[in-house]
């Protein structure tokens, strides 16, 4: 099987500017969550979609935006860029099939390094 | 305990000698505790998914233990070689959904 990948690997923004990123999910796996790492904030959850819904989401502003497509594949979008949004953006994808992902490991992406300036 | 806490941050190794380090996370509302390793320049990979408290897992030299009474979790690295080298982070489940990171322990082996 394919693993989790990630479109596209290293962008560079302005600040002010908005950007998307793209995860493509293991196939058959359904659930899809988004994390940030800072060097200084460490791995922080940002939302996770399950079946085209947001369940959960972390502890970000509003400018921090997802959605889940019919095929299982997420963006993310970040609104009007600030230079703390640089950080390296994690998708992961799991195999949990009802409400809870609890028991399911994730399965990560290599990551979208960003950069704004 | 409100978060997940590694200890130490970080641990230099012998090749060969075996380590472990810590994972502390609030005992309420325990759903589920993960450990993951990153290598440097890779994803973080799934080691252990550990959900009952006496839990015991295992793979190859590296062993897991779960304590969900009083909320700490050991990793265990027998005979250390270099290719463990690695941040090895915990997740604590909180809520369904939303994994809780510890900021992780950094390995480094020397050969």
């Known amino acids: 099987k394919a693993g989790v990948t990630q479109t596209p690997r290293y962008l560079i923004k302005t600040r002010g500017q908005q950007v998307t990123l793209s995860c493509s999910p293991i196939s058959g796996h359904r659930s899809v ?14 939302f ?11 502890n970000f502003p509003g400018r921090f935006s997802g959605r889940q497509f019919s095929n299982s594949r997420s963006e993310m979008n970040v609104s009007t860029l ?10 992961a994808s799991s195999a949990v099939t009802g409400m809870g992902f609890s028991s399911y490991e994730q399965y990560f992406g290599p990551g979208t390094r960003l950069t704004v300036t | 305990i409100l978060n997940v806490e590694q200890s130490p941050q970080s641990l230099h190794v012998q090749e060969g000698d075996s380590t472990n380090f810590t994972c502390s996370f ?40 779960l304590n969900t009474k009083e909320g700490y979790s050991y990793l265990y690295i027998k005979g250390s070689q270099p290719e463990d080298s690695a941040t090895y982070l915990c997740a604590f489940i909180k809520g369904a959904q939303k994994l809780v990171f510890g900021q992780g322990t950094r390995l480094t082996i020397n050969p």
């Open chain 1, 48 to 58: 996770e979609y399950f079946s085209e819904t947001q369940r959960n989401k972390g």
């Open chain 2, 26 to 65: 609030p005992s309420s509302n325990f759903y589920a505790l993960h450990w993951y390793r990153w290598e440097t320049a890779k994803s973080p990979e799934a080691l252990f998914v550990m959900t009952l408290n006496g839990d015991e897992k295992k793979k190859g030299r590296i062993s897991a233990t």
């Open chain 1, 82 to 91: 600030e230079l703390g949004d640089s950080a390296l953006y994690l998708c």
């Open chain 1, 33 to 46: 969550s988004w994390y940030q790492q800072t060097p200084g904030q460490g791995l922080q959850f940002l």
